[in-house]
């Protein structure tokens, strides 16, 4: 305590405050990769769900591999350079990316691995419950374009579940472009 | 009190990286408005002191040096800023 007097206490306490009030806590949540995994996810739903009606023939679905493995490569190259020109991450935009990741990830697996339990159109809608989380948790951040969104995507889930089953999947689908995608687009917008 | 965090550039650079996973020099030596010479010499007493990590990469054959304040950095703020409220609350 002898090294410093009350008023340059105060000097250093006024300007740690002004420092934690300006550290700005949004999230930047990347519109890009919304956009991509939206189309993707609503791609596969819908393509399913072609299938399933014999709009299309079966082959048609060897574009999935194809979809997904463009999606990963974008969104990990995406990510990477990204990360390089940040000058700074919050702790808030890291535990983003973990909570990102973690439900993809869950929800990659659950339909790689688990595809009897989640069969057909239910693969679909793990894909709908993972996009929702997401949003929601960005929406819990502030962020009322990812609220709306997140809820567009829980509604296009409860619609899916009552519409006839032939057109389930192109309920499910909507709901990913409107709601996921469509969120990825007004971030852009919001961006620029 | 710390007397590494005597000095208002180097409990600046703490308050700062508090919030942040990293922050990047530059971007620091902006947000602080001090010159890169005086930052850099008390960035260096900090990572001495082990209160902050530093990390050194290159973007685009560019040098980026990054820091991130560490477990003992944020107790030792957290210390500090407590001393300076009880100093000022003895003073009034």
């Known amino acids: ?192 | 009190m710390d007397e590494l965090l005597l000095s208002k550039v180097r409990l600046g650079v703490v308050a700062e990286l508090l919030n942040f996973d990293w922050i990047a020099f530059s971007e620091l030596a902006r947000s602080l408005d001090v010159s890169n010479g005086n930052l850099g010499a008390h960035l260096g007493k900090l990572v001495e002191a082990g209160y902050v990590d530093e990390e050194k990469s290159f973007v685009k054959r560019r040098p980026l040096t990054r820091y991130r304040l560490t477990r003992r950095g944020r107790e030792a703020f957290t210390d500090h800023v407590s001393q300076l409220q009880s100093l000022l609350k003895t003073a009034t």
Not at chain 1, 24 to 29: D, E, G, K, M, T
Not at chain 1, 56 to 75: K, N
Not at chain 1, 91 to 116: D, K
């Open chain 1, 1 to 192: 305590m002898d090294h410093i007097g009350a008023p340059e206490a105060r000097d250093h306490i006024e300007m740690v405050e002004r420092i934690l009030a300006e550290s700005h806590q949004r999230l930047c949540a990347g519109g890009e990769y919304f956009v991509i995994w939206g189309i993707c996810s609503a791609f596969i739903t819908i393509l399913f769900q072609l299938v399933d009606t014999d709009s299309i023939p079966g082959v048609a679905l060897w574009s999935i591999p194809v979809a997904l493995t463009a999606a990963v490569v974008f969104s990990i190259l995406r990510s990477r350079s990204t990360r390089a020109a940040l000058e700074r991450s919050s702790l808030v935009q890291r535990e983003f990316f973990n909570v990102l990741w973690l439900t993809l990830g869950l929800a990659f697996i659950t339909n790689a691995a688990v595809y009897r339990i989640f069969a057909g159109i239910a693969s679909a809608a793990i894909w709908s419950v993972a996009e929702a989380i997401v949003l929601l948790y960005i929406g819990m951040h502030g962020n009322r374009r990812a609220q709306v969104a997140g809820v567009l995507v829980i509604a296009s889930l409860i619609a899916a579940n009552f519409a006839p089953p032939g057109i389930a999947g192109y309920v499910l689908g909507a709901g990913m472009l409107v709601g996921y995608a469509g969120f990825g687009v007004s971030e852009l917008l919001a961006r620029d």
